[in-house]
């Protein structure tokens, strides 16, 4: 699943729709297939879409993507150009590149390639001076062009879409990164908080992963042959994390997959990779976008916004939040999703309101663009919302404490000594689903967890029945205390909703599944146990010592509504979307099977170690 999932909404140039006859992009656009010169001397595929129309001046709207600008060729068009069918009909110059090293450009492709903020010569490039150069080529040699460019991209392309910010070329007046990758160890694809997302990468990387000899039309078959319909089964058969690189598997032919299991801390590797540092001096108008459903960079739409607000409080800069999975507001219809019936396709509302109207605004002077700052729907009550600030100035950090008996209550307990007590054994780790699927579950962050709350290794505290709606708006924080028999721990903390007994039932739910009592997953995050103090230096748990573990969930915007109640779940293994820990401390990418071993994890709730997680409530 990881980033292709994109690629099954057919919203890369690349991609033609076989149930899209349109001739509309052939009969309004030309189309020139080309290669731009970067100051090294490399050269970038680009292929150019220019409105036949020459009654007007039209500004680029460019989409830099490692998956391909094809189709390649000036006779062969895509079916559909621009990130969405307004803009498409709109008329812009569309712009797609192969980014450096991967397709049809020439020189090497590193993974999120770092950002160097001192060029000293014209051999220091990276992806910001690489856009620069395309767009002062483009404003140069393409004709009847207004002098203006803007640039989208989701998941990749969105980090790419970052990437143009920094010294941005003047030309560039509008940029959208949607959900971008943003920093990979701590909330983004690879790895989060440290734990390694197993699931994902393995059959991602098997394609995007493949090496190549200078440019090419198509890479060609997968590393190597995955097919299963049992993903837990499978990967727990498969054993620790080393045998990936057997000689079945990858095999170290994959240089990126090599990386992964190289750089197990947040090394200078890492460091590197995390683009928030420079975005400061922003001039472009910024239109930040994301999905609360967004498996793969939920982070990385949050944590780019944010980064760019704090260091650039004069600068342009919206937010937008919807509930979506991983690139779904491109689609053209996102009513539904897992139990949820939104009311309303909120796909078409961001396309309509918001992103046709961000770049018509900023590239053609055409119409207003009146935004909030951040425009966010609100799960639970199925609202758009409006602030002007995210998070909004009313949401106070409220901690809810983990209680004796189950309970979730907002006053601190007073009994002393009260803990619940698990056995996490890595050779039955908990499931992330309940589904039997070869492929990652994409409902799973909203999906019933009861499955999980029946397990002997999940502890579960849940709130009495709500007297009043409770909305959250804003960071969650888990912090536990807790202590372990052995020297590491993975620690996945889930905020749920448990609708009642009457609860109605959304017509898209699965057939025969049970609304009633419906634990349905709000928010969840993993912690890497050894990386509790420091993401750089991991510290080894002393057994049997009570330790506090600390953590950020990412954002919310939920209402638990009057006669739910709020529960939370935690425990010790996420499989197979995270590896599993051997519960020992150690490089886990080095452990051999006999490394593995149970631990005896308690979670505190007394007056001296009260556990809580702290919730972001709206105070009216």
């Known amino acids: 699943m990881k980033r292709i999932i994109l690629l099954t909404l057919g919203i890369y140039s690349g991609i033609v729709s076989a149930q899209d006859k349109s001739n509309f992009v052939k009969e309004n656009f030309y189309k020139i297939d080309t290669n731009i010169v970067m100051r090294d001397g490399i050269k970038l595929k680009t292929i150019i879409y220019i409105p036949k129309d020459e009654n007007e001046k039209y500004p680029f709207l460019i989409e830099r993507t490692p998956y391909s600008a094809g189709p390649y060729g000036d006779s062969i068009f895509a079916n559909r150009i621009g990130p969405n069918p307004n803009l498409m009909k709109e008329k812009y110059v569309f712009v797609y590149q192969d980014v450096r090293g991967r397709y049809m450009s020439e020189g090497m492709n590193l993974e999120v390639t770092p950002y160097l903020s001192i060029k000293k010569n014209n051999k220091d490039v990276d992806e910001s001076s690489d856009t620069y150069d395309a767009v002062e080529w483009l404003v140069k040699n393409i004709k009847n062009n207004n002098g203006r460019a803007g640039l989208y991209g989701i998941s990749y392309p969105g980090f790419y879409a970052t990437a143009s910010l920094p010294n941005a070329h003047p030309a560039i007046k509008a940029v959208s990164p949607q959900a971008p990758v943003t920093d990979e160890f701590i909330g983004d694809d690879a790895n989060h908080n440290g734990a390694f997302f197993l699931l994902d990468n393995f059959s991602f990387m098997n394609y995007f992963g493949k090496e190549r000899n200078g440019p090419v039309k198509n890479y060609g078959a997968e590393i190597f042959d995955y097919k299963t319909e049992d993903a837990y089964d499978f990967f727990l058969k498969l054993g620790p994390l080393k045998n990936t690189q057997s000689a079945k598997y990858y095999n170290n032919r994959s240089y990126i997959w090599n990386e992964y299991l190289l750089h197990d801390t947040y090394d200078d590797y890492w460091k590197a990779r995390n683009i928030r540092p420079y975005l400061k001096n922003i001039q472009p108008a910024v239109m930040v976008i994301g999905g609360w459903f967004d498996a793969e960079d939920l982070y990385g739409a949050i944590n780019t916004y944010q980064a ?136 799973y962050m909203a999906e019933d967890q009861r499955f999980a709350a029946e397990r002997k290794d999940v502890v579960l505290f849940e709130t009495n029945i709500l007297n009043e709606d409770v909305t959250l708006a804003g960071k969650i924080i888990a912090d536990l205390q807790v202590s372990i028999s052995t020297t590491d721990a993975d620690f996945v903390v889930k905020l749920i909703d448990v609708l009642p007994a009457n609860e109605s039932t959304p017509s898209n739910t699965p057939k025969g599944m049970i609304m009633q009592g419906l634990q349905r997953l709000v928010r969840a995050e993993v912690m890497r146990g050894k990386f509790r103090e420091s993401f750089s230096t991991p510290k080894a748990f002393v057994p049997n010592k009570i330790t506090n573990v600390k953590f950020d969930l990412n954002d919310v915007a939920h209402t638990f509504k009057k006669g739910h109640k709020i529960m939370i779940q935690i425990q010790s293994s996420w499989f197979p979307l995270v590896d599993r820990n051997p519960q020992k401390f150690m490089r886990i990418p080095d452990a051999n099977e006999n490394d593995f071993q149970k631990a005896t994890i308690r979670i505190y709730h007394d007056k001296q170690n009260a556990s809580k997680i702290i919730l972001p409530v709206i105070k009216n």
Do not use: C
């Open 308 to 443: 760019i607000e704090k260091q650039n409080p004069a600068n342009k800069n919206n937010f937008v939040m919807g509930p979506w999975t991983h690139g779904a507001w491109a689609g053209a219809d996102w009513t539904k999703f897992a139990t949820y019936d939104f009311g309303n396709n909120t796909s078409k509302y961001f396309q309509d309101s918001l992103e046709t109207s961000f770049f018509n605004f900023y590239l053609k002077d055409k119409g207003a663009f009146k935004a909030a700052k951040a425009t966010v729907f609100e799960t639970g009550t199925n609202k758009w919302k409006k602030y002007n600030v995210w998070p909004p100035k009313a949401s106070v950090a409220t901690a809810f404490y983990l209680q004796a008996n189950k309970k979730l209550k907002s006053l601190k307990p007073s009994i002393v000594n009260s803990y619940d007590e698990y056995v996490s054994d890595p050779a039955d780790p908990v499931p992330y689903t309940k589904a039997v699927l070869g492929n990652r579950n994409n409902e």
